[in-house]
C-alpha cells in the first residue's frame, strides 16, 4: 500500500496511461506489421502530454502509450492517470485493478468519462469531468492535502490561451521514436449540433481557437521532436469559424516557407469549406493535404433526421471534387443504419462512393453515443440497448457491439451490409478506380498551375516502407495484387500532384490495413453476400 503521507519525503509518482486500443482505426495503418513494427505507433497522446505540463514539479511523471510500450504493474505509483476512449474501457479496468492491487490511486479522464461519468465509478477512485486545465491541478492540490474528492468537475468552457504547452519529456525516449507523426489542437467545438454526435456536448457548440502564437510553438516543437515531417490538426471542426481558420493556415503557410523541408498538414472539416476558395488555396500552400470531412450518407432523408443539415445545403460531390482540384484529399466518414435506411442503402452508398475521387472511405454502423441526442431519442422509444460485447474477450469494437435496434433492418443485417460494403470498396481494382477521379479532378483543375504546394521531407521511415512494399511485392504478393499496384503506380506516375508518391504509398498501406482488419473483424469476409 503506497501513502503520500508515509512518503513526505519523496516526490510523488504519477503514472499517466494511455490503454491498449485493440479497434485500431481503418486510416491508422501505423500498427500494420507489413510494413511497420508491431510497437510502432501514430502520435503522442496530446491529452496526457498537456496533463503532464499541468502537474508540478514537486510530482514525478511518466508516461506510458500502451500501444507501443509495456506497462511494469510493478513499479509503485501513488497516482495512476488513465484517459481512454469508451472502446477502452476494458482495458482500463484491468489496468485499475492491477494497480489498485498495489495501493495506487485511480484517477480517470478523458471524453468517455465526461460523456458518462457512471460507467468508469467503479473503475476510478477520482473522476475527472470534463476540461482539465483548472481542475488537475486543482486535484493534485487536493491530494497533497489528503482531502481529494472522488468527482472534479469542469463546469465552463476553459480559454485556449490557458492551455499550456504540451510537454513530452515524460514519454521514454525510445517510445517518441516510435511514433510516425505529432498532433496539434488548434480548436475546440463545433458549430453543428448532429443526432449522432457527441462533439458539441463535450466541447461546446461554440468554436474556440487556440492563439496562433501557441499553435506555431507547438508545431515547432514536434519538429523538434522529429515528429514534424507529418502533423494532424485534431480538432474536430477546423473550419467552423472560417475566418479563423483562414488566419491560422497564414500563419503555418508563413512558417512552413521559411523552411528547406516542409510539413504536411491533415484535419477534420465540414463541407462547407468548400464554398471557399480563400480557404481552399491557403490549406493547399499550407500544406494541408487531407481533410476528413462527415459525409454520412447520400440518402437526404437521412441526412434531414440526424440534423446534418450543413451537408443538404451542398452538392456533397461537387464540393468534394472541390477539395481535389486543390490537390486534397477527402477522407471520407460514412455512417449505415438510419432509420430511413433500408437494405438497399449499402448499394446506394457504394455507387455513391465510386463515382467520387476519395480513396479514403471510412464506414460506420450507425451508433447511439453516449450523451447524444441519439441516444436520448433511442432511450425514448424504447430502442436503447446497453453497449455490450458480443465477442468473449476484451476487444470491444463497433463491429461487435449495439446500441440501439434499427427500424429498417435487423443488427446482424446492419453488420453484414457494413462488411460488405467495406469489402467491395477496398477491392484493390475498386481502390484504383478512386485513386485514378482523385488525380484526374487535380489535373483537369485550373488552378493547380498558380498552386505553390509544400515540399515534403523524404525520412528514413519513407524510405523504409518503399523498401518494404517492394520486398513484399517481390516475396509474397499474389499476381493479382502485383497487377492492381502497377496500376496504382501507373496512374500515379502520370500525375503532376507533388505529392503524388507520398499519396501512392499512402493508399497502398489503406489498401492493406483495412483487409487486414476486415479479415480480422469478420474471418467469412470474402464469401460474404449482399443482406437480405
Not at 371 to 382: G, P, Q, V
Request: include cysteine; charged fraction near 25%.
Amino acid at each position: 500500500m503506497i501513502s503520500y503521507h508515509k512518503t513526505v519525503l519523496m516526490k510523488i509518482k504519477i503514472l499517466l496511461v494511455y490503454p491498449k486500443n485493440y479497434h485500431i482505426g481503418i486510416s491508422d495503418v501505423s500498427r500494420n506489421p507489413i510494413f511497420f513494427g508491431k510497437e510502432s505507433g501514430g502520435c503522442p497522446n496530446l491529452s496526457l502530454a498537456t496533463i503532464a505540463t499541468l502537474t508540478p514539479d514537486e510530482f514525478h511523471i511518466k508516461i506510458v502509450d500502451e500501444n507501443i510500450e509495456e506497462i511494469d504493474f510493478e513499479e509503485p505509483f501513488h497516482i495512476v492517470g488513465i484517459t481512454a476512449f469508451l472502446s477502452q474501457i476494458d482495458r482500463s479496468r484491468i489496468i485499475a485493478t492491477e494497480f489498485s492491487k498495489r495501493g495506487s490511486l485511480i484517477v480517470c479522464g478523458g471524453s468517455s468519462v465526461s460523456l458518462d461519468p457512471e460507467k468508469w465509478k467503479k473503475i476510478a477512485d477520482v473522476l475527472i469531468v470534463g476540461e482539465a486545465e483548472r481542475i488537475w491541478p486543482e486535484f493534485l492540490k487536493d491530494y497533497t492535502k489528503g482531502i481529494h474528492k472522488k468527482i472534479y468537475k469542469e463546469d465552463r468552457k476553459i480559454d485556449l490561451s490557458e492551455t499550456p504547452l504540451p510537454s513530452y519529456k515524460y514519454f521514454s525516449k525510445n517510445s517518441l521514436k516510435k511514433y510516425l507523426w505529432g498532433a496539434v489542437q488548434t480548436s475546440r467545438g463545433c458549430i453543428h449540433h448532429c443526432e449522432f454526435c457527441t462533439v458539441g456536448k463535450l466541447n461546446g457548440f461554440k468554436m474556440r481557437y487556440k492563439p496562433i502564437n501557441k499553435i506555431i510553438d507547438e508545431i515547432d516543437q514536434l519538429c523538434k521532436l522529429g515528429l514534424g515531417n507529418t502533423i494532424f490538426l485534431v480538432d474536430d471542426n477546423f473550419s467552423g469559424d472560417l475566418n479563423k481558420a483562414k488566419a491560422i493556415l497564414k500563419a503555418i503557410r508563413s512558417w512552413n516557407n521559411k523552411k528547406r523541408y516542409q510539413t504536411i498538414f491533415y484535419t477534420q472539416i465540414s463541407l462547407n469549406a468548400a464554398e471557399d476558395d480563400e480557404f481552399l488555396r491557403l490549406a493547399a500552400e499550407a500544406g494541408l493535404l487531407k481533410v476528413m470531412i462527415g459525409i454520412e450518407t447520400p440518402n437526404y432523408e437521412s441526412l434531414n433526421e440526424t440534423r446534418k443539415y450543413q451537408n443538404i445545403k451542398y452538392d456533397i460531390e461537387k464540393n468534394c471534387k472541390k477539395f481535389n482540384e486543390y490537390g486534397i484529399q477527402v477522407i471520407c466518414n460514412c455512417i449505415v443504419g438510419f432509420d430511413h435506411d433500408d437494405l438497399r442503402i449499402f448499394k446506394q452508398q457504394f455507387d455513391y462512393l465510386m463515382s467520387g475521387g476519395s480513396s479514403n472511405i471510412i464506414i460506420h454502423p450507425l451508433h447511439a453515443l453516449d450523451n447524444s441526442a441519439l441516444k436520448f431519442r433511442m432511450i425514448r422509444e424504447n430502442r436503447y440497448v446497453q453497449w455490450q460485447s458480443s465477442g468473449s474477450n476484451a476487444e470491444r469494437t463497433f463491429f461487435n457491439t449495439q446500441t440501439y435496434i434499427p427500424k429498417n433492418m435487423k443488427f446482424d443485417q446492419l453488420i453484414q451490409g457494413t462488411f460488405w460494403l467495406f469489402r467491395e470498396l477496398y477491392k484493390p481494382e475498386n481502390l484504383v478506380i478512386r485513386l485514378q477521379n482523385f488525380f484526374k479532378n487535380y489535373e483537369s483543375s485550373e488552378m493547380r498551375l498558380s498552386l505553390v504546394m509544400p515540399v515534403r521531407k523524404i525520412d528514413y521511415t519513407s524510405i523504409l516502407i518503399a523498401l518494404r512494399l517492394i520486398k513484399y511485392t517481390i516475396l509474397k504478393a499474389p499476381l493479382s495484387d502485383i497487377r492492381r499496384l502497377k496500376e496504382m503506380l501507373s496512374v500515379t506516375i502520370r500525375s503532376t500532384h507533388p505529392h503524388r508518391f507520398l499519396i501512392f504509398i499512402e493508399n497502398i498501406l489503406l489498401l492493406f490495413n483495412t483487409n487486414q482488419i476486415l479479415r480480422k473483424a469478420c474471418p467469412n469476409i470474402n464469401s460474404l453476400e449482399y443482406p437480405v
